[in-house]
């Protein structure tokens, strides 16, 4: 019984990852779609977000599916629900990856980037996959030294959200309210997508 | 047996229904503090955000024990699995409050509101609170077709989203960049509190 228990636990360790894949080149694509307004690519990133919503409801029914039938306790059990909540966390980070896409397809044939902000959203976008990749890498080895990495990253990507805002408040970022509007919105998911990666390594590390 | 978990159900229905109490006078606080540039009362908003979270932790940290102890099968697992994401909804929610209640905070002694928007942000906190309203009754009476009318709720708040950017990307809404900032966060604020109200009725109809 332990053994199956053991192996069900690594299935759900697997779908994990697997939904961190999809995350990892659904914030890629959002940001490369961003920056050069490729509706194509902004298309891709919905189909995606789909594909990730489905696979995390089979982790949900995996998981309760798995509480049903073996009841864990203890460590076991908060292992399970962790799962589940990881889960819901790359969800939001999924949906915030397709509100940065939306941006570009909303905007179109116009640029979603505002002028002279291009490469700070380049560079939240990078920042964005690489806590992704860290996150996997926690998933994999479940060192909660790298915790203190992906905290280090989401530091980076903050200062970025606020270089942006003040940018946008100086006044000397002259544009148009839709850039206003889309730079605001763009920094803020980027932002979020940082936050949920931190709670996501969290969890892991208090496991 | 059944009666022990039976009232531990009650418990844990009883735990979410004064969390959303909370949740629903924490968005009615965070409207008015928004209105008026209130920074004591945008700070109540905070520290009824620790509460909110202090009560989130435990009901999860009941729904846990619960698992653990009676082990649930079939509907009565279900129930356990979505009180703990509803409790995350609410979570959510709290925080949304309290963004909008910072906006205030940040931009003292300034009034965040952006002129000639007000109306539409008085409304949009008069719906998100009549929004936790419905809620509750949903929690407390389990009558899905009160989904119908929460789902009216947050139509209601998206149209109300889509006038306000509709206004600030007009170029007639003649303001500095501050506020338009404030009215793009703010009004995505609420939106995404009414979306997830929408997603914690859906889970109250799908027991």
Redesign the interface.
Known sequence: MRKVFQNELAKLEDELVTIARLVEQAISDATAAFKTSDIELAETVADRGSEIEQACNALDETA?DL??RQ?P??SD??LV?TA??IS?SFARMSDYALHIANLARHRYPERAIPKGLKKYFVEMGRLDTEIVGRLIVMLREHDPRLLEEIDDVDDQIDELHVRV?EK????R?AD???S??DA??AS?FHERFGDHAVSIAKRVADL
Chains 1, 2 share one sequence.
């Open positions: 309760i509480l049903a009841a306790v203890a059990l908060r629900v589940l909540r819901s805002f946008v408040l100086s006044g970022f148009d309210e839709a206003i509007v605001t919105l803020r």
